[in-house]
């Protein structure tokens, strides 16, 4: 099987392609001038500045993590641009009308429409390109619900409140080495604010871009969906191939206020590298969210790109009967890695978690599971369920599994189970031997090793991971 | 239908199959028997091209098409099955969406319009019916916590189902129960037509009260040493088959 | 607090033989460089050892006095017809021990070896455990004086189980010792080895280092318990690493009773193809004790199986920590492993923390892991309860069972017999809801 596994591990990477566009790009390097200017180009209030200034110098003193089971050179943080925007678009998005057409083709070729009218069953976009938003669509229709969903650097003029409120409340500036980074250099992210008992009348999602070489990509999302109110959110992400690696330190923070609900969707597709480990993305990235009383986060991941991911959405599941859930697939392929999980933290009364996470390691890919359970001594009735599952295709690759629980509360429950499979010769044959090809063999094990993380996507990104990770697969298996 | 010449293989470094001659035609079944490491499975895997077996000589001709060159999909798209011996299970892919697959592909290959999904549900429950397999297991993932019996009969359902013309069942009388075993039995003489032959390989006589063959071989150090009609089955059942290698030697 | 690292090599080892220079020069050189572990070391995550640093244990015990009468009791097993060493605060005791071994196994005394022992202990001593990444390992080789050398012969089949006794007397200073034990066994031999720490009754104020390495030829088989049934008071940090040759077998049980500290690491080294380890335990802190298994099964060669099972029930307001790796090597195909830690909280103030870890670069294995952490189970209570047994009784029976189905598999019924009186006696003391007394 080896010799057909790989030959199908191998296909090129579909979204690629440079966008040719006139951009203001800062000089590499990082002092608080950069952080001076990023905040100048925004119009920030002062209040925001001081706070990214300290961030700046919290990240002075913080090291490097490295304990994550990835391997990679030490990153020049004096070599990454902090701040590129395409020139028509540097104050920010006007009407969608204004867009670049460049910039809208872009889009286009990603298939993101940014035009209203062809949007498929109303899902609203805001289009990050490089440092700054560029464009949201169906602004007015959401406004009309009380929904607010604008890029981050609008918010803190148009609802400057509710930032300050919760900007840093759930992820703080020093919380880790990347977050104290990215609240320093932010340049631009998504923002919704869901009101009270609002069900938000449509999907949102993001749409992330990195095109500018050298640069880094530091966006920050802020969620805050009031008591009552539900939100179903996801964002999408690509790159150009380029043979450097280029950095993406992102913070998402989510806010549940009682009785509410957030399921946060991502289909991570960074440019990985090249077959032989070259460039591709670091995906350093901070996700977390609070649940107060009764409120449910779900965070749930199709991660197929980037060449090293550290990333770990995480709940804190303060108000009693919150729940938190995470559902990730995991893919790693040639030579990427990924450690990546999440941590679930129960401090209220009867909160829930469920973790299901598959692990795909293909080529020479390492595919690790972190994660950390915690009942903390309040977490009376407390439950948590984990199931991770590794799926090895060939035999250059790893997967690896960490989990770390701990439990401070007699009355709560934990389990965990974990196994490891491969895509075995006898499958393939029995597929193969019912006329199926081994791509199509592949796939369809596949996608039934992933079944149970992609039916919590929403109906139109389900179909679209399982092609992505098709895609992704290609080369793996023949 | 089936035509093997002078066929040698081997399995890994080991030489298995030493010279091996069978003609199949329409309508016929043949029941291929031996002792264990005769050689029995390595032919059905070959024929079915299943990778680790290597051809070094011979030829095998399925209806007039070089078998050995097809890929392992387009045997099977051509009308080759093979009902495995140990079918193995697969995890997360059900057996609807695994079979939709098999026929969708079978369609394709024929240049046909796939079966829409109800006249398709509608079809595989009445296969599972024949082989008294519950329509719940349609639903379940493919040989997915099965008993032995209920895999053997998943296999055989397959077999109704994507109707091939050439049927390989490699030992799926083992381990049956004879209830199991008339269910097995059933089921291939439901299948037989004059345009499909079978070919069953199996240890034991006892298939072949319920399945009448008309050939029956005895495959012995890779190659068939004997053949003959159903009473050669009961005279290995009857003396074993220590007397078919002093005859051979 | 007085750096421990710096203390620790102020105290001078005993006389030691010379051929002993180079382990022990290594181990203080690897010792001296170290650092102690803090929270941020991923090995000692969950446990300080402010506890050890603070306790001042750093001198070596008083020497020998007259051994205290009646000391049998804390280590006899009765009905166990063993061959029995006894050190007492590390320092053999032929009064206590069995006048003679049976047929084909070898004892000897580090202090005691002639040139050609040596020469066979020196050639696998320390081979096994690496210094480097075990730190207190590195310590026990610095203040390396004398320790156990158990040999079977190749082809022999000792059916007496050696009983390895590790005994500490309360003395008026705090003070520390090590132990070290070597057993080898040659190809096609098999054996049954107990490693016994135990003490009196009274408060302790010892610190044991022990190191144990255990090398197991082709097709060898090793019986091994280790029972750690220290008083309270009690410091233990310990190792046992097992080096397997091809088609050998291991199963190995651990008791973790007692101490208030106690860091145990059993490391097993799959070298020879078609090996096999089953490794079980089962750890029952209470009070304030802190218990800490750390396993690490290392598959370096294709086709070995591991089964792994641990549990542990902790009690008032102690904390239990396990942490089982299991590592599969890029080469170790056909690897078949499982390990299961299961663990029952019986009060508000215990806490259990728990790592199964898999790290996995062969593609054909087979691995799981499973961990629970729970109550006990509500509808077996309900169902105790409904045949008219009081909760009280339900709880005890319950947790007694589900501690003693890793018991009852023993394969020495006197050990069976020994182990299961205690572990009652445990459960049966306190509410394990309310943490009263009864």
Same mark, same amino acid.
């Given at each position: 099987?080896?010799?057909?596994?790989?030959?199908?591990?191998?296909?090129?990477?579909?979204?690629?392609?440079?966008?040719?566009?006139?951009?203001?790009?800062?000089?590499?390097?990082?002092?608080?001038?950069?952080?001076?200017?990023?905040?100048?180009?925004?119009?920030?209030?002062?209040?925001?500045?001081?706070?990214?200034?300290?961030?700046?110098?919290?990240?002075?003193?913080?090291?490097?993590?490295?304990?994550?089971?990835?391997?990679?050179?030490?990153?020049?943080?004096?070599?990454?641009?902090?701040?590129?925007?395409?020139?028509?678009?540097?104050?920010?998005?006007?009407?969608?009308?204004?867009?670049?057409?460049?910039?809208?083709?872009?889009?286009?070729?990603?298939?993101?429409?940014?035009?209203?009218?062809?949007?498929?069953?109303?899902?609203?976009?805001?289009?990050?390109?490089?440092?700054?938003?560029?464009?949201?669509?169906?602004?007015?229709?959401?406004?009309?619900?009380?929904?607010?969903?604008?890029?981050?650097?609008?918010?803190?003029?148009?609802?400057?409140?509710?930032?300050?409120?919760?900007?840093?409340?759930?992820?703080?500036?020093?919380?880790?080495?990347?977050?104290?980074?990215?609240?320093?250099?932010?340049?631009?992210?998504?923002?919704?604010?869901?009101?009270?008992?609002?069900?938000?009348?449509?999907?949102?999602?993001?749409?992330?871009?990195?095109?500018?070489?050298?640069?880094?990509?530091?966006?920050?999302?802020?969620?805050?969906?009031?008591?009552?109110?539900?939100?179903?959110?996801?964002?999408?992400?690509?790159?150009?191939?380029?043979?450097?690696?280029?950095?993406?330190?992102?913070?998402?923070?989510?806010?549940?206020?009682?009785?509410?609900?957030?399921?946060?969707?991502?289909?991570?597709?960074?440019?990985?590298?090249?077959?032989?480990?070259?460039?591709?993305?670091?995906?350093?990235?901070?996700?977390?969210?609070?649940?107060?009383?009764?409120?449910?986060?779900?965070?749930?991941?199709?991660?197929?790109?980037?060449?090293?991911?550290?990333?770990?959405?995480?709940?804190?599941?303060?108000?009693?009967?919150?729940?938190?859930?995470?559902?990730?697939?995991?893919?790693?392929?040639?030579?990427?890695?990924?450690?990546?999980?999440?941590?679930?933290?129960?401090?209220?009364?009867?909160?829930?978690?469920?973790?299901?996470?598959?692990?795909?390691?293909?080529?020479?890919?390492?595919?690790?599971?972190?994660?950390?359970?915690?009942?903390?001594?309040?977490?009376?009735?407390?439950?948590?369920?984990?199931?991770?599952?590794?799926?090895?295709?060939?035999?250059?690759?790893?997967?690896?599994?960490?989990?770390?629980?701990?439990?401070?509360?007699?009355?709560?429950?934990?389990?965990?189970?974990?196994?490891?499979?491969?895509?075995?010769?006898?499958?393939?044959?029995?597929?193969?031997?019912?006329?199926?090809?081994?791509?199509?063999?592949?796939?369809?094990?596949?996608?039934?090793?992933?079944?149970?993380?992609?039916?919590?996507?929403?109906?139109?990104?389900?179909?679209?991971?399982?092609?992505?990770?098709?895609?992704?697969?290609? $080369?793996?298996?023949? | 239908?089936?035509?093997?010449?002078?066929?040698?293989?081997?399995?890994?470094?080991?030489?298995?199959?030493?010279?091996?001659?069978?003609?199949?035609?329409?309508?016929?079944?043949?029941?291929?028997?031996?002792?264990?490491?005769?050689?029995?499975?390595?032919?059905?895997?070959?024929?079915?091209?299943?990778?680790?077996?290597?051809?070094?000589?011979?030829?095998?001709?399925?209806?007039?098409?070089?078998?050995?060159?097809?890929?392992?999909?387009?045997?099977?798209?051509?009308?080759?099955?093979?009902?495995?011996?140990?079918?193995?299970?697969?995890?997360?892919?059900?057996?609807?969406?695994?079979?939709?697959?098999?026929?969708?592909?079978?369609?394709?290959?024929?240049?046909?319009?796939?079966?829409?999904?109800?006249?398709?549900?509608?079809?595989?429950?009445?296969?599972?019916?024949?082989?008294?397999?519950?329509?719940?297991?349609?639903?379940?993932?493919?040989?997915?916590?099965?008993?032995?019996?209920?895999?053997?009969?998943?296999?055989?359902?397959?077999?109704?189902?994507?109707?091939?013309?050439?049927?390989?069942?490699?030992?799926?009388?083992?381990?049956?129960?004879?209830?199991?075993?008339?269910?097995?039995?059933?089921?291939?003489?439901?299948?037989?037509?004059?345009?499909?032959?079978?070919?069953?390989?199996?240890?034991?006589?006892?298939?072949?009260?319920?399945?009448?063959?008309?050939?029956?071989?005895?495959?012995?150090?890779?190659?068939?040493?004997?053949?003959?009609?159903?009473?050669?089955?009961?005279?290995?059942?009857?003396?074993?088959?220590?007397?078919?290698?002093?005859?051979?030697? | 607090?007085?750096?421990?690292?710096?203390?620790?090599?102020?105290?001078?080892?005993?006389?030691?033989?010379?051929?002993?220079?180079?382990?022990?020069?290594?181990?203080?050189?690897?010792?001296?460089?170290?650092?102690?572990?803090?929270?941020?070391?991923?090995?000692?995550?969950?446990?300080?050892?402010?506890?050890?640093?603070? $306790?001042?244990?750093?001198?070596?015990?008083?020497?020998?006095?007259?051994?205290?009468?009646?000391?049998?009791?804390?280590?006899?097993?009765?009905?166990?017809?063993?061959?029995?060493?006894?050190?007492?605060?590390?320092?053999?005791?032929?009064?206590?021990?069995?006048?003679?071994?049976?047929?084909?196994?070898?004892?000897?005394?580090?202090?005691?070896?002639?040139?050609?022992?040596?020469?066979?202990?020196?050639?696998?001593?320390?081979?096994?455990?690496?210094?480097?990444?075990?730190?207190?390992?590195?310590?026990?080789?610095?203040?390396?004086?004398?320790?156990?050398?158990?040999?079977?012969?190749?082809?022999?089949?000792?059916?007496?189980?050696?009983?390895?006794?590790?005994?500490?007397?309360?003395?008026?200073?705090?003070?520390?010792?090590?132990?070290?034990?070597?057993?080898?066994?040659?190809?096609?031999?098999?054996?049954?080895?107990?490693?016994?720490?135990?003490?009196?009754?009274?408060?302790?104020?010892?610190?044991?280092?022990?190191?144990?390495?255990?090398?197991?030829?082709?097709?060898?088989?090793?019986?091994?318990?280790?029972?750690?049934?220290?008083?309270?008071?009690?410091?233990?940090?310990?190792?046992?690493?097992?080096?397997? $040759?091809?088609?050998?077998?291991?199963?190995?049980?651990?008791?973790?009773?007692?101490?208030?500290?106690?860091?145990?690491?059993?490391?097993?080294?799959?070298?020879?193809?078609?090996?096999?380890?089953?490794?079980?335990?089962?750890?029952?802190?209470?009070?304030?004790?802190?218990?800490?298994?750390?396993?690490?099964?290392?598959?370096?060669?294709?086709?070995?199986?591991?089964?792994?099972?641990?549990?542990?029930?902790?009690?008032?307001?102690?904390?239990?920590?396990?942490?089982?790796?299991?590592?599969?090597?890029?080469?170790?195909?056909?690897?078949?492993?499982?390990?299961?830690?299961?663990?029952?909280?019986?009060?508000?103030?215990?806490?259990?923390?728990?790592?199964?870890?898999?790290?996995?670069?062969?593609?054909?294995?087979?691995?799981?892991?499973?961990?629970?952490?729970?109550?006990?189970?509500?509808?077996?209570?309900?169902?105790?309860?409904?045949?008219?047994?009081?909760?009280?009784?339900?709880?005890?029976?319950?947790?007694?069972?589900?501690?003693?189905?890793?018991?009852?598999?023993?394969?020495?019924?006197?050990?069976?017999?020994?182990?299961?009186?205690?572990?009652?006696?445990?459960?049966?003391?306190?509410?394990?809801?309310?943490?009263?007394?009864?």
């Amino acid at each position: 099987m080896s010799e057909q596994i790989d030959r199908l591990i191998k296909k090129e990477y579909a979204a690629g392609f440079i966008t040719d566009i006139v951009s203001d790009t800062l000089p590499p390097g990082l002092d608080e001038d950069v952080v001076a200017f990023i905040s100048g180009k925004k119009n920030e209030p002062e209040w925001m500045l001081e706070w990214r200034l300290k961030a700046l110098r919290s990240w002075r003193e913080m090291v490097e993590p490295h304990w994550a089971h990835v391997t990679y050179p030490d990153i020049d943080f004096d070599a990454i641009s902090y701040y590129s925007a395409p020139k028509s678009s540097s104050d920010g998005p006007k009407s969608l009308d204004d867009i670049d057409p460049e910039l809208r083709s872009t889009y286009d070729k990603l298939g993101i429409p940014l035009h209203e009218q062809e949007m498929l069953s109303g899902v609203a976009v805001d289009a990050v390109f490089d440092s700054v938003s560029v464009a949201t669509t169906f602004r007015h229709k959401l406004k009309e619900a009380g929904v607010i969903f604008c890029s981050i650097s609008e918010a803190m003029h148009e609802c400057p409140e509710i930032v300050r409120a919760h900007l840093g409340s759930v992820v703080p500036q020093k919380d880790n080495y990347y977050a104290a980074l990215n609240s320093a250099v932010f340049s631009d992210g998504s923002f919704v604010y869901i009101p009270k008992g609002v069900k938000c009348p449509m999907e949102l999602s993001t749409y992330f871009r990195i095109n500018e070489a050298k640069t880094g990509q530091f966006e920050r999302t802020l969620i805050v969906a009031d008591e009552g109110s539900e939100v179903s959110y996801l964002e999408g992400c690509t790159a150009p191939m380029r043979d450097e690696n280029q950095l993406h330190a992102a913070v998402v923070e989510l806010v549940a206020l009682d009785n509410a609900k957030i399921k946060y969707s991502t289909v991570q597709n960074w440019y990985p590298g090249d077959s032989e480990g070259k460039g591709g993305i670091y995906n350093f990235v901070t996700k977390r969210g609070v649940a107060h009383t009764n409120a449910r986060i779900s965070w749930t991941q199709v991660e197929t790109g980037s060449a090293i991911t550290m990333k770990y959405p995480s709940c804190v599941l303060k108000g009693d009967n919150s729940v938190g859930e995470f559902y990730s697939v995991a893919l790693s392929n040639n030579y990427q890695q990924a450690d990546t999980g999440t941590k679930m933290i129960h401090l209220g009364k009867n909160t829930r978690s469920t973790i299901i996470s598959k692990g795909i390691s293909a080529g020479h890919g390492s595919n690790s599971y972190r994660g950390l359970v915690r009942m903390n001594p309040g977490a009376t009735g407390a439950r948590n369920y984990t199931q991770c599952d590794s799926l090895l295709i060939g035999d250059q690759c790893g997967a690896h599994t960490f989990p770390y629980i701990e439990s401070k509360n007699p009355s709560a429950v934990i389990e965990h189970e974990a196994t490891t499979s491969k895509v075995s010769d006898e499958q393939l044959f029995l597929c193969q031997q019912r006329g199926l090809d081994a791509e199509k063999a592949v796939s369809m094990i596949v996608n039934g090793f992933c079944k149970e993380v992609f039916r919590e996507l929403p109906m139109e990104f389900a179909v679209e991971a399982g092609k992505l990770l098709e895609v992704s697969l290609e $080369g793996a298996v023949g | 239908m089936l035509s093997i010449r002078d066929l040698y293989a081997n399995a890994g470094d080991t030489e298995i199959l030493k010279g091996l001659n069978l003609e199949i035609g329409p309508g016929e079944v043949h029941a291929i028997m031996g002792t264990n490491g005769s050689g029995k499975s390595t032919l059905s895997h070959v024929l079915a091209g299943r990778t680790g077996y290597e051809v070094t000589g011979g030829e095998v001709r399925f209806l007039n098409q070089d078998l050995l060159s097809l890929a392992t999909e387009d045997r099977a798209r051509e009308g080759l099955f093979l009902a495995f011996q140990y079918p193995v299970e697969i995890p997360g892919v059900s057996n609807m969406e695994f079979l939709k697959a098999a026929v969708d592909a079978l369609a394709a290959h024929r240049g046909e319009e796939p079966p829409d999904a109800v006249s398709f549900m509608k079809r595989a429950r009445e296969v599972s019916a024949m082989v008294d397999l519950d329509p719940n297991f349609l639903k379940r993932g493919v040989n997915e916590g099965f008993s032995g019996g209920e895999k053997k009969r998943n296999e055989l359902m397959q077999m109704l189902l994507l109707e091939p013309k050439l049927a390989i069942m490699d030992e799926t009388d083992s381990g049956l129960d004879i209830d199991a075993l008339k269910v097995v039995a059933d089921g291939v003489n439901a299948f037989r037509r004059e345009d499909r032959s079978v070919v069953l390989i199996t240890h034991y006589q006892r298939l072949l009260n319920h399945i009448e063959p008309d050939f029956v071989h005895v495959l012995a150090g890779g190659r068939i040493v004997k053949s003959g009609d159903k009473s050669l089955a009961l005279e290995l059942e009857d003396k074993g088959y220590s007397w078919i290698d002093e005859e051979v030697a | 607090m007085p750096d421990f690292i710096a203390s620790a090599l102020e105290r001078a080892p005993t006389a030691n033989p010379d051929w002993l220079d180079d382990l022990q020069a290594a181990g203080r050189q690897t010792w001296a460089a170290s650092a102690m572990p803090t929270r941020k070391t991923e090995a000692w995550k969950y446990t300080s050892l402010a506890r050890l640093e603070r $306790g001042a244990y750093l001198q070596p015990p008083a020497p020998a006095t007259p051994t205290p009468a009646n000391l049998k009791q804390h280590f006899s097993i009765e009905g166990l017809d063993a061959a029995t060493l006894v050190f007492v605060n590390g320092s053999f005791n032929p009064d206590l021990s069995s006048d003679a071994l049976p047929d084909g196994i070898e004892m000897v005394r580090f202090a005691e070896a002639n040139e050609s022992q040596a020469e066979a202990i020196r050639a696998k001593l320390g081979q096994v455990v690496d210094g480097r990444q075990h730190l207190f390992a590195a310590l026990n080789d610095a203040w390396l004086a004398d320790g156990l050398f158990l040999r079977v012969r190749r082809n022999t089949r000792v059916d007496t189980p050696v009983h390895c006794v590790f005994l500490t007397t309360a003395q008026d200073q705090p003070f520390s010792l090590s132990a070290r034990l070597l057993v080898v066994l040659e190809d096609s031999s098999e054996a049954t080895i107990i490693e016994h720490f135990c003490s009196d009754d009274l408060p302790q104020n010892a610190f044991t280092n022990s190191v144990t390495e255990l090398v197991l030829g082709a097709n060898a088989k090793l019986q091994h318990y280790r029972l750690q049934r220290e008083q309270e008071q009690a410091v233990h940090i310990g190792g046992v690493h097992a080096s397997l $040759g091809r088609d050998s077998t291991l199963n190995s049980f651990h008791l973790g009773m007692g101490s208030t500290l106690k860091r145990v690491d059993v490391v097993v080294n799959h070298h020879g193809e078609g090996a096999h380890c089953d490794l079980s335990g089962v750890y029952l802190p209470r009070h304030q004790q802190h218990v800490d298994y750390h396993t690490c099964i290392e598959h370096a060669v294709p086709r070995c199986t591991t089964t792994e099972t641990f549990r542990g029930i902790i009690a008032d307001e102690a904390r239990a920590v396990f942490n089982g790796r299991i590592h599969i090597h890029p080469n170790a195909q056909k690897t078949v492993a499982e390990l299961s830690n299961r663990n029952l909280l019986t009060s508000t103030r215990a806490q259990v923390d728990t790592k199964p870890e898999l790290e996995i670069y062969a593609d054909d294995v087979q691995c799981a892991h499973g961990a629970t952490v729970a109550r006990l189970d509500e509808q077996a209570m309900n169902y105790l309860q409904s045949r008219g047994i009081g909760t009280r009784q339900a709880e005890v029976m319950l947790s007694f069972g589900f501690i003693n189905e890793l018991v009852e598999r023993l394969p020495d019924e006197a050990m069976v017999e020994f182990l299961r009186p205690q572990l009652a006696s445990l459960f049966g003391r306190q509410s394990l809801v309310t943490g009263r007394p009864e």
